[in-house]
Each structure stands twice: as structure tokens, then as C-alpha cells.
């Protein structure tokens, strides 16, 4: 399975045994990378008030979390989202209080991610990146097996940036616990000190 790439990503390869991870200074800003152009101004989506889940990846594991996320927004209170990621489908179809949209422009999917509570996806590369800069209260579920989404979490997790769930424990009820209490921000980094840590690190790895 392969993970999100990267805009302009040079792949680095792993070391038998595991990579080391780099300094906390590089890292934070290594993976928050300001590239995407949102205006971040106040916005709100018609009818949608609560959890925006986001699904991507190969299948069947795209659509295995599809159907964890609809089962269990279902059964929570409010109006919900799920953004299919499937741009081939020109049809909103609407789910007891979770409305499926298929895919969305750069600006809608602001809208939408700016008038929700709560974001849940994959915690892939780009993924990360966005919810960054909009500053989304997260939490991810990595794809079971995929090394980079699992090692993104835990160190997402360790720093408490947003939350981090395995699939198994996916439900309605653990949503609620898990976004019961503080609120956890991902960090914002210029492009100037992102260039800088991401050049350190690859010099580690070469």
C-alpha cells in the first residue's frame, strides 16, 4: 500500500530496523508545510455543524473506513459530513444526518473544514499538511500496516497535536471520549523554517 505522496517529496529510505526519528525542531515543521493557498476567514457550511470525516487511500481499506465513519456519525447528534474523495461521482447523496460529498473544490473543502467541530481521516503526509494550516481540531486513524501513517501518529500523538485512534477502536462512543476535554492544534510553520528542516533532515538520511 502506498501512503499520500508528498508534493516534491524525495523518498527516503528506511534502514533495516527503523529510522530514527529527527530532532523535534525539524520534525514539527518538516511534516506542517504552509504550501496551500487558504485564506483562512470565517466561513460555515449549511447544515453542518459537528464531524467532517475524510477518506482516502487504497482499497478495501478506503472503503472499510467509509463505512466505520457513516456507521458511527449515524449514531452521534448533530449534522455531519463524510468527503468520499471520489471525483468521478457528481452526486451529493444525503444519509440520515451525514451528507456524502464525493469531492469538493480547494475552497469548498475550506468552507467545510472551517464549520466543523471536529476532522477525522488518515493521517497522511498531505493530509496533515492541510489540516495545519486551517487549523482543524484532528484526530487520525492510520491505515493498519502502512509505516509512514504510523509513524506520522505517534509522533503527532507524543506532542499532543491531535488525537490519534487505531481503526479497531473506531465507534460513536469513542469519538465522544476522544474529543471530550482539551483542544489539540496542529503547529504552523513558516516556509522559510520549513525548507530549512526538511534539508536537515534528508542530510540524515541520504
Known sequence: QKSEPAPNERRVK??????????????QIMILNPK??????????PDM?????????????????????????????????????KPEIKEIVEKGNVVLYPHLSKEKFRE???????FVSRPGYS?????AVLGANCL???????????YLSK?????RYARVMKESKLSAESLEQAFAGSVYRLPFADSSLL?????????QYK
Open 49 to 85: 455543524d459537528c464531524f467532517l470525516g475524510m477518506v482516502s487511500g487504497v482499497e478495501p481499506m478506503r472503503t472499510h473506513l467509509e463505512n466505520l465513519l457513516l456507521e458511527a456519525f449515524q449514531k452521534l447528534p448533530g449534522k455531519h459530513a463524510l468527503l468520499l474523495g
Open 14 to 27: 528506511i534502514p533495516r530496523g527503523g529510522m530514527k526519528p529527527p530532532p523535534v525542531r525539524s520534525l
Open 140 to 150: 487520525f486513524v492510520p491505515t493498519p500496516g502502512q509505516t509512514e501513517q504510523i
Open 155 to 159: 509522533i503527532i500523538s507524543k506532542f
Open 127 to 131: 493530509t496533515i499538511m492541510d489540516q
Open 112 to 118: 467545510l473544514v472551517l464549520s466543523a467541530k471536529y
Open 36 to 45: 496551500i493557498e487558504y485564506a483562512i476567514k470565517p466561513a460555515r457550511w
Open 195 to 203: 525548507k530549512k528542516a526538511v534539508f536537515e533532515f534528508m542530510e
